[in-house]
């Protein structure tokens, strides 16, 4: 598994302006040029507004802290703000002064900028991943958005550490070949395409909605690249893309819209499980597995006949039988034991570690001491993690991780939801049809921020509003919770979408199956179809046969 072989290629000679991979200047200077005239424009009015606006919704304030000025001057300027709280001069002539509202909202205009050009320089590769994910560390310093120390600790966020570690515990599955012998337990009775998207697809969608989905896409991954190659073997082909975008995508999109199912599907539902509770409105497991789990089997088939449809006929091999496939690979296998055994106990704590302790005790803890005892146990050396992990893909993560923070910190996060609210139609701003438009706004959100950070800076703005749109307040939180499961279009998303693409290589040569753009071209179809599906089956469809409670 050479993977970085391409890395170490000869110095590319020629004009500056020509582009390759990873290096596009054609698309690196206009974007550049704008950016900068941008930057140097005034923020829009609506933008100080919201910066000035004493405890806005959707914004958690520190302490002492009227509005976002007060919170971006708190973690930038601590001296200069505890001296103005204090009424005193600044002791220190060296220390910043404080900024203005105009300045903190020329900073969230800025962060929404980076986030811009960081989400073009990925989706096209006009620089390297690995290159892009460095440059958002840069600006959010040059640009003073964040503190160094504040940087680092986005960059090395739980999600991340997760990551890693899954993709580390992935290399160990599959040198040890215990991937197989999952595959068999999962695939045995899966013995075509159809059968894998019409019965295989929404099994795993409902057990997404109990499981962790970020654990089920990275067992299922090595398992599916195995079948792939095989396949292709069987059939005399060197690769199919449309099989292994059919394979990765489809399980990566399946196991995203499990989340609607139940509360334990992810952090996201705890989180507005939590504001029903604040709102007095309390909502038990069961009663959201009601209103939730009848979309998550529907979705999943519709998801599995979208990407047959589309996929299929582009197939190079003629079928595949992931059963057929994994039995004859455990066949050739060695009696189980050994290394194997030890790796299967791994893997086996490790999940018993992410289901009982729970999100509330991180992913990645548990991910990190696995991979410790991979190494104790001698199942990987550092040379296979070197060559087996793609840590561009961490790394893009990780950035995204840090826009997420600095978005929200800057107040950028409302701005964009509150723009967006102030921009819907009289007619999607009452009763139902404004539950249709949270969800477009989530939907659209949770592709560029994680779910949980979009749930908790919408579950504040949307909730409030059922008092006066007429909406019931269970819909509207249930609308915007439910669509935080539809990040397809973006490869930072979620991680389901990272550990799909960081993952998702050739077995032998390294090469990359999946590139960035067909999370859009694909996944962008499956979250207008998720949006129709719950439009038009469930919130107009059987919410309207439910019984929902008298709030008082």
């Given at each position: 598994m050479a993977y970085h072989s391409a890395a170490t290629t000869a110095v590319q000679t020629g004009s500056i302006w020509k582009s390759r991979p990873g290096y596009k200047p054609l698309i690196i200077v206009p974007a550049a040029i704008l950016f900068f005239v941008l930057v140097i424009m005034p923020a829009p009015k609506s933008m100080i507004d919201l910066v000035s606006m004493e405890k806005p919704s959707g914004y958690s304030l520190p302490s002492d802290c009227r509005n976002i000025t007060d919170s971006v001057n708190k973690k930038l300027s601590p001296a200069?703000?505890?001296?103005?709280?204090?009424?005193?001069?600044?002791?220190?002539?060296?220390?910043?002064?404080?900024?203005?509202?105009?300045?903190?909202?020329?900073?969230?205009?800025?962060?929404?900028?980076?986030?811009?050009?960081?989400?073009?320089?990925?989706?096209?590769?006009?620089?390297?991943?690995?290159?892009?994910?460095?440059?958002?560390?840069?600006?959010?310093?040059?640009?003073?958005?964040?503190?160094?120390?504040?940087?680092?600790?986005?960059?090395?966020?739980?999600?991340?550490?997760?990551?890693?570690?899954?993709?580390?515990?992935?290399?160990?599955?599959?040198?040890?070949?215990?991937?197989?012998?999952?595959?068999?337990?999962?695939?045995?009775?899966?013995?075509?395409?159809?059968?894998?998207?019409?019965?295989?697809?929404?099994?795993?969608?409902?057990?997404?909605?109990?499981?962790?989905?970020?654990?089920?896409?990275?067992?299922?991954?090595?398992?599916?690249?195995?079948?792939?190659?095989?396949?292709?073997?069987?059939?005399?082909?060197?690769?199919?893309?449309?099989?292994?975008?059919?394979?990765?995508?489809?399980?990566?999109?399946?196991?995203?819209?499990?989340?609607?199912?139940?509360?334990?599907?992810?952090?996201?539902?705890?989180?507005?499980?939590?504001?029903?509770?604040?709102?007095?409105?309390?909502?038990?497991?069961?009663q959201w597995m009601k209103y939730g789990m009848p979309f998550v089997p529907l979705m999943g088939v519709v998801i599995g006949a979208y990407m047959y449809i589309r996929l299929k006929p582009k197939f190079i091999v003629k079928d595949m039988n992931p059963g057929e496939v994994v039995k004859s690979e455990v066949a050739r296998m060695p009696k189980f034991g050994g290394q194997e055994a030890l790796m299967a106990g791994i893997l086996i704590l490790l999940v018993a570690a992410w289901v009982i302790l729970g999100e509330h005790s991180g992913l990645g803890g548990p991910t990190l001491y696995a991979v410790l005892a991979m190494f104790l146990g001698r199942i990987i050396t550092w040379d296979d993690v070197q060559e087996g992990v793609a840590f561009d893909v961490v790394g893009l993560y990780a950035a995204a991780t840090a826009m997420g923070v600095a978005l929200k910190f800057t107040g950028g996060a409302l701005w964009l939801a509150t723009s967006f609210v102030s921009i819907l139609p009289d007619f999607m701003a009452k009763g139902d049809m404004l539950v249709i438009g949270v969800s477009i706004l989530t939907g659209t959100m949770t592709n560029f921020m994680s779910d949980g950070a979009t749930v908790a800076a919408l579950g504040p703005i949307v909730l409030p509003m059922a008092a006066l749109s007429g909406a019931h307040v269970w819909k509207l939180g249930l609308a915007c919770a439910f669509s935080s499961s539809f990040a397809n279009f973006l490869v930072v998303g979620t991680p389901n979408n990272a550990i799909a693409f960081g993952m998702g290589r050739d077995p032998v040569t390294g090469e990359r199956l999946l590139d960035i753009m067909d999370f859009v071209k694909y996944g962008l179809p499956v979250t207008i179809l998720a949006w129709l599906v719950l439009w038009f089956w469930t919130i107009l469809g059987y919410w309207q046969f439910m019984s929902w409670p008298v709030m008082k």
């Open positions: 200069a703000f505890n001296a103005a709280q204090k009424g005193e001069p600044l002791a220190d002539s060296h220390e910043k002064g404080l900024l203005t509202e105009t300045d903190a909202a020329q900073l969230a205009k800025v962060m929404l900028l980076i986030f811009c050009l960081a989400v073009l320089f990925w989706g096209t590769e006009a620089l390297p991943l690995g290159a892009t994910d460095l440059l958002v560390a840069v600006m959010l310093y040059v640009f003073s958005i964040l503190p160094m120390q504040e940087i680092g600790k986005a960059y090395m966020s739980d999600a991340v550490f997760f990551i890693f570690g899954i993709l580390v515990v992935a290399v160990g599955v599959a040198k040890t070949g215990l991937d197989k012998r999952i595959g068999l337990i999962l695939l045995s009775r899966i013995h075509s395409a159809k059968g894998f998207a019409l019965i295989f697809m929404p099994l795993l969608a409902i057990s997404a909605s109990f499981l962790s989905e970020h654990a089920l896409v990275a067992l299922l991954i090595p398992v599916l690249l195995g079948v792939y190659k095989v396949t292709c073997k069987m059939h005399g082909v060197e690769k199919d893309r449309a099989l292994a975008i059919f394979l990765l995508l489809g399980v990566c999109f399946a196991a995203n819209h499990g989340g609607p199912g139940s509360p334990a599907a992810g952090g996201r539902n705890a989180i507005m499980v939590g504001y029903f509770m604040q709102q007095g409105v309390p909502l038990s497991f069961l």
